[in-house]
């Protein structure tokens, strides 16, 4: 489990963890999309400055953890930037002047401002993505999906039995590849070095359909399909803390597209 | 009298044939969970080093992100396997923290759905190498559909179209037939003995 990166959890009461996961989820959308309908840079930078008000204020994650996870985002926005900027169709419209020149390439004004719009879009996504599933656990999001939105319980909670494979990935991995180094399976080409990355992926799929089939045989024989309605352990309800974080994300979105600059 | 048994467990079995089992749901959301696991390696290590390739070219093995959607329709045969498989995924690799965040939920529905459209014309019937190959095309079309308004509204027109194919080429090879292919070892294994998928 060691190689995958541990989930941040709230360390602290806080209001959105008393948010439901579906009503946090319905809110980091509309963000989502506001950044997503527009080429003006300067929506993702007012939406990037309320997640992170949100995030310092309400979230209850610990803080400094949050530069680190976040950090490979960099590199990501860098580069999307630099991209969406110099491959601009507006670029090559003589009618705009160019801001720099570079031999034949020119790049103009609009150009680096929608390439920063898209680049700052993946900061937008970031700090929404931490605001609606930091807050609380996948346990949490299936109670909620299959309360709120009555999602099919039977596909939330497998999906959710399924998820305890994961941890056990990491340790087939290996003990998949001690296996095979001990049968003398050892690559040195990189062909086969290739191969043998595939048959080590193979092997560990197999290892893991093997285990959800136990699990499912395990559910079946404590009832999980019997057909009688299911009750639930924990109850959520919607609340007025619902609708409030509906309501301020709607109006932040609604005022970051908006409001002059 | 006769009939009636046989016309009786004839109805049962296509009952039967669209019902998920326990073991269906389990094995596809596990199927999904560790392909999600496998994208968030695939996101943090493999793909950052293709940026150098530039577009669209890094998009050439871009179809790795929507083979659940093939493998899992292929292995248990019911209709929203695809889509159910993809939105799995998707969601891991969000809990683990994929760069694409939240969006990673949109770009797994409209993938899942390309997929399961192609499914959905054969009536959930075949699922042999040509109809995995278009439903990985599906599915790239889905990719596509997303990725070009969201993450290339600004590029021009030569490199959309030359993102947007490549997407949908990859994933038609690489998830089509590389998922194909791949049921096909899982069969040789034995593993896959309770599904449909077996024979």
Redesign the interface.
Same mark, same amino acid.
């Given at each position: 489990m060691s190689v /995958?990166?541990a989930?941040l959890q709230p360390v602290r009461p806080a209001f959105l963890t008393r948010v439901t996961p579906v009503a946090r989820l319905v809110a @980091?959308?509309a963000w +989502?999309v506001a950044s *997503?309908v527009t080429?003006d840079p300067i929506v993702p930078v007012r939406l990037i400055l309320a997640a992170v008000v949100a995030l310092v204020l309400w979230s209850g994650l610990p803080l400094r953890r949050i530069p680190g996870?976040l950090a490979? /985002?960099g590199? %990501?926005i860098v $580069?999307?930037t630099a =991209? &969406?900027i110099l /491959? $601009? &169709? $507006?670029n @090559?419209d003589r009618s705009v002047a160019a801001v720099v020149t570079l031999g034949p390439a020119r790049i103009t004004g609009p %150009?680096i401002a929608?390439?920063l719009a898209?680049g700052l879009?993946?900061g937008v *996504?970031?700090l $929404?993505?931490l605001l609606? =599933?930091g807050p609380s656990d996948?346990t949490r999001m299936a109670d909620s999906l299959v309360q709120q939105w009555h999602f099919p319980d039977? =596909?939330a909670y @497998?999906?959710l %039995?399924? +998820?305890r494979?994961?941890p056990f990935?990491a340790g087939d991995w290996g003990t998949i590849g001690a296996a095979r180094r001990l049968r003398g399976l050892q690559p040195r080409s990189p062909a086969a070095r290739l191969r043998e990355t595939g048959g080590r992926?193979?092997a560990?799929?197999?290892a893991? *359909?093997?285990? %959800?089939?136990r699990?499912? +045989?395990a559910?079946?024989a404590r009832g999980?399909?019997s057909g009688i309605r299911r009750t639930h352990f924990r109850e959520l309800r919607t609340t007025w803390r619902d609708w409030l974080t509906i309501v301020v994300a709607l109006a932040v979105a609604a005022a970051a597209l908006a409001l002059p600059r | 009298m006769s009939t009636i048994p046989a016309f009786k467990s004839s109805l049962a079995a296509s009952a039967e044939s669209t019902r998920w089992r326990t073991v269906d749901i389990v094995v596809v959301a596990a199927i999904a969970v560790a392909f999600g696991v496998v994208f968030w390696f695939w996101n943090a290590f493999v793909w950052v080093w293709l940026r150098p390739l530039g577009e669209p070219w890094e998009y050439v093995i871009s179809g790795v992100w929507v083979m659940p959607a093939v493998v899992a329709p292929l292995i248990v045969r019911k209709p929203g396997a695809a889509l159910f498989a993809e939105m799995v995924a998707a969601v891991v690799s969000v809990i683990l923290g994929s760069q694409w965040g939240l969006d990673t939920l949109l770009s797994g529905f409209v993938q899942g759905a390309g997929a399961e459209l192609l499914f959905g014309f054969t009536m959930y019937r075949s699922f042999g190498p040509i109809v995995a190959l278009l439903a990985g095309a599906g599915a790239g079309i889905g990719e596509a559909l997303h990725d070009i308004p969201v993450w290339f509204p600004t590029a021009t027109r030569e490199v959309q179209i030359g993102i947007a194919s490549l997407e949908m080429l990859s994933a038609a090879v690489v998830a089509g037939i590389g998922g194909w292919l791949l049921v096909r070892a899982l069969r040789r294994t034995g593993v896959l003995q309770t599904f449909p998928a077996a024979e």
């Open positions: /995958l990166p989930p @980091g959308m +989502l *997503i080429l996870r490979p /985002l590199l %990501a $580069s999307l =991209f &969406s /491959l $601009s &169709s $507006s @090559g %150009a929608a390439g898209v879009r993946v *996504i970031a $929404s993505t609606v =599933f996948p039977r =596909f @497998g999906t %039995a399924a +998820l494979v994961a990935m992926l193979l560990m799929l197999v893991t *359909i093997r285990r %959800a089939e699990l499912a +045989l559910m079946d999980f399909d | -």
